[in-house]
């Protein structure tokens, strides 16, 4: 048998990110104004976001060159390779076909670095001098450190408490990179000092740490890792790529799978296949979840803030309300209240679904992936596998196609506990 990897040539990776909303047969909900309630205007947010990002966010060209700075960087790792799990195939016994797109190969092992290099450079020509973000499991804090040591930005992280306990080499890894990382909530911002200490924190609560530090210092912006339409815009370089792997196989997938918490590596995988389904393509795509955090399976459909002490603009978008707060599971990636309003917008539409697994099956398809495929996967990306698993098991003769948006080697902490026993079944 020999491994079936699929890669591009360096000079077939994407030019240009792809913007789903020139495509769509219907328009998304504004983001309201929290004081009035009035449609937000796109000047307002100029002091967290630099004026490219938010030119970007209501953009409705349909392709969006990459600057070349950023491409240059992103040659240190894309394009990443689709790989098909024949080893995985051949333990379940199954007639179905199972690739996956890996992520893991970038400097700081997940998807997120796509997106923060890309705003990383838009900042550095903007004059922004300091990023500041939130961050739940690390992948993104620790990303976008690495990508203000690229562009000389000097980046804060508040990372979510629960987080930073479990996580001791994700914080290592932002120090690496000369990004300054504190536990959620803290007592350096107003809004943190109201929890106790013993809270467990929450993405919700991060963020507004993050805006609100923002709002009180000069050359400072904000800087998110999901959710945002300018975020997904960035990250369809994984889709993009995919769709170019896939025609070198002569495939058409009968389902794209991926995780999904705010929606970055989800949208970023599945958008640019959205016109081959409203052309009338044959393709399930299924957004995968925790059972403990099911924002797209069990949330409420509506206006909602993206930070818990409602400073964002209130975004259209499938929630838990902003004051949720989500089990302790080692997913962290994943313990968000909402979603991305694009995400949530095509869920309503019921041109995507969605689905949820619990803790334990997560880690069992973990451990189970790393022991046949080699690798062990992040939490986070381990909703992908569970599901993909349960569908493999059905023995149907199809094609599933699925993300594997990070490397779990900095998550071993949580196989430990799983190997051990001693975590609940959230």
């Avoid at 937000?40 to 490219?52: T, V, Y």
């Amino acid at each position: 048998m020999f491994r079936e990897v699929v890669y591009l040539k360096p000079e077939e990776m994407p030019r240009s990110y792809y913007n789903v909303l020139a495509d769509l047969p219907f328009k998304l909900d504004p983001p309201l104004d929290p004081k009035t309630g009035e449609p937000m205007r796109p000047e307002k947010l100029l002091r967290i976001f630099p004026e490219p990002l938010l030119e970007q966010e209501v953009s409705d060209k349909r392709f969006i060159p990459i600057p070349e700075p950023v491409l240059k960087e992103y040659a240190v790792y894309r394009p990443t390779p689709l790989v098909r799990a024949h080893f995985l195939e051949e333990y379940l016994g199954t007639r179905t076909q199972i690739y996956y797109k890996y992520e893991g190969l970038s400097p700081t092992g997940s998807h997120k670095t796509n997106t923060a290099l890309a705003q990383a450079y838009y900042n550095k020509i903007s004059g922004t001098k300091v990023l500041v973000t939130e961050t739940g499991a690390g992948q993104w804090g620790s990303a976008l450190s690495y990508a203000g040591a690229k562009f000389g930005l000097e980046v804060r992280v508040f990372m979510v408490k629960i987080s930073y306990n479990q996580k001791p080499f994700r914080k290592v890894l932002m120090n690496l990179f000369d990004g300054n990382v504190v536990p959620s909530p803290s007592k350096l911002t107003q809004f943190g000092q109201m929890f106790d200490e013993g809270h467990p924190g929450t993405l919700g609560i991060a963020i507004s740490e993050a805006i609100e530090t923002v709002l009180e210092e000069q050359n400072a912006k904000y800087a998110l890792g999901s959710v945002l339409n300018h975020v997904l815009l960035h990250q369809t370089i994984i889709g993009l790529e995919l769709k170019e792997q896939l025609k070198k196989l002569e495939i058409t997938p009968d389902m794209i799978v991926a995780c999904h918490g705010g929606g970055s590596n989800f949208g970023g995988t599945i958008l640019p296949f959205i016109p081959d389904v409203l052309d009338g393509k044959d393709i399930e795509i299924v957004a995968v979840e925790p059972e403990s955090c099911p924002s797209l399976t069990k949330g409420e459909y509506r206006y909602d803030f993206g930070d818990s002490a409602g400073l964002t603009p209130m975004m259209k978008m499938y929630t838990l309300g902003k004051d949720f707060v989500p089990p302790a599971i080692h997913a962290g990636g994943l313990r968000y209240h909402g979603a991305a309003p694009i995400v949530s917008k095509l869920l309503y539409e019921k041109l995507i679904s969605a689905a949820a697994v619990s803790q334990d099956e997560v880690f069992e398809a973990g451990k189970l992936f790393a022991k046949v495929e080699g690798i062990v996967p992040a939490p986070e990306s381990a909703h992908a596998i569970a599901y993909v698993i349960k569908e493999a098991k059905k023995n149907e003769k199809k094609t599933i196609v699925f993300t594997l948006s990070g490397h779990g080697y900095f998550d071993l902490n949580a196989y430990v506990s799983s190997l051990r026993g001693n975590f609940r079944n959230f």
